[in-house]
C-alpha cells in the first residue's frame, strides 16, 4: 500500500509539474504598447507647428512627463506572440513656446527575444 501511495504521488507531482514547462504549442497573444503612427504621419510634422496641429495629426501622447513638459514623446511597441519579435520605434516632438522646434525620429528596430 505505500508503494502505491509513492507512485501516485510522484506521478501526481511530475504532473503538476510539467504544467510549469514550456509549451511551444500555446498560443501567445501579441502585446502592443503606445502610439502608433506612420511614417506619412510624422512626415507631416513641420517645425512651426502648433501643438494642437501636431496633436491632430499624431493624437495625445502615451506617456506625459510632468519635468519635461515642452516635449512629446510617441513611443510605439510590438511583441509578435508567434515570432518573440520585438519591434519598437520611436518620435520625439519638442515645443518652445508651443510651437514644434525640432522633431526627431528613431527607424523601427526590430530585436529577438
Known amino acids: ?11 501526481f507531482l511530475a ?3 510539467s504544467a510549469c ?13 503606445g502610439n502608433i503612427y506612420t511614417s506619412e504621419q510624422a512626415a507631416q510634422i ?17 506617456v506625459n512627463d510632468p519635468f519635461h ?14 515570432t518573440n519579435r520585438l519591434y519598437r520605434r520611436s518620435l520625439t516632438i519638442q515645443y518652445t513656446n508651443g510651437v514644434v522646434t525640432s522633431v526627431r525620429e528613431n527607424p523601427l528596430i526590430i530585436e529577438n527575444k
Open 1 to 11: 500500500m505505500k508503494r502505491l501511495t509513492t507512485i501516485f504521488s510522484s506521478l
Open 15 to 17: 504532473f503538476i509539474l
Open 21 to 33: 514547462s514550456y509549451s511551444p504549442f500555446l498560443y501567445k497573444t501579441d502585446i502592443q504598447q
Open 46 to 62: 513641420q517645425l512651426g507647428m502648433n501643438r494642437e496641429l501636431v496633436h491632430q495629426i499624431l493624437g495625445t501622447p502615451a
Open 69 to 82: 513638459a515642452n516635449i512629446d514623446n510617441y513611443i510605439f511597441t510590438f511583441k509578435s506572440g508567434s
